[in-house]
């Protein structure tokens, strides 16, 4: 599972770097995925609405096992 969640990683990236942010995949443990903002989304008030309504959205529709997506 661990690939196919990088795999979308792959795809969101190029939006959040646009905005001079970015996102690492730490890991994923059962059907929670740990991720990492880093760069402009690490600390932005609005990062956890990126997380949440952008990141975790997307991969639950490409990865349906996944139920949850965490930042660490």
């Given at each position: 599972m661990?690939?196919?969640v990088e795999k979308v990683l792959e795809k969101i990236r190029p939006m959040l770097q646009r905005?001079?942010?970015?996102?690492?995949?730490?890991?994923v443990?059962?059907?929670t995925?740990?991720?990492r903002?880093?760069?402009a989304c690490h600390g932005c008030?609005?990062?956890?609405m990126t997380l949440?309504?952008?990141i975790e959205?997307?991969?639950?529709?490409e990865v349906p096992e996944v139920t949850e997506v965490v930042a660490v």
């Open positions: 661990k690939e196919k905005d001079g942010g970015n996102v690492e995949l730490v890991d443990e059962g059907s995925v740990k991720v903002l880093t760069g008030p609005m990062s956890q949440k309504s952008g959205r997307i991969i639950k529709q």
